[in-house]
């Protein structure tokens, strides 16, 4: 092979890596992220020990090992008037982790009689660290940082709860 005719296939071979290379570079595609929406499932009361009412909100219901173990993870930000519930079959001691959630939450444990039995507040975004129950709960209720204070809820005090649809 001459040398003209190998600068000539050298020329063709690196022009086709580049071509290849650039088609290569334009077929990537965006990753869009994925966004989890609120899905209004039930509506909460929660209400002083003297029964009078604090709190209407909407509630999302995590019932099933899935719902359960995802919770509110990968959210970017939940409503002032929603929250999510997640019920157990029994009441025991129980413990949540922020891993993989992105707002703060207060996290509210609750008794198989509907009463707020303990509190995690202000549980701060991707803590791997343990937030137990301090007595057997049935129920757990997240709702935004700050909001147990703001309301003024105490142990003692309560929640009635319906499903919708």
Not at 61 to 89: C, E, K, S, W
Request: proline share 3%; charged share 25%; glycine share 4%.
């Amino acid at each position: 092979m001459t040398l003209r005719a190998f600068k000539t296939v050298a020329m063709l071979t690196l022009g086709a890596c580049c071509v290849q290379f650039q088609s290569c570079k334009e077929e990537q595609k965006t990753i869009e992220p994925v966004v989890i929406e609120f899905k209004k499932e039930g509506e909460l009361v929660l209400k002083k020990a003297n029964d009078s009412i604090v709190k209407h909100l909407d509630i999302e219901i995590a019932d099933d090992d899935y719902q359960t173990q995802t919770g509110l993870m990968y959210r970017d930000q939940m409503d002032q008037n929603h929250g999510m519930l997640f019920v157990f079959p029994e009441a025991d001691y129980h413990s949540f982790y922020m891993k993989n959630t992105k707002i703060a939450l207060d996290i509210i444990y609750i008794d198989a009689d509907k009463n707020i039995v303990s509190f995690q507040k202000n549980a701060q975004p991707f803590s791997e660290a343990s937030l137990p129950s301090n007595v057997p709960a049935k129920y757990v209720l997240e709702i935004n940082a700050g909001l147990a204070d703001e309301w003024q809820l105490e142990i003692g005090d309560k929640i009635e709860y319906q499903r919708v649809n």
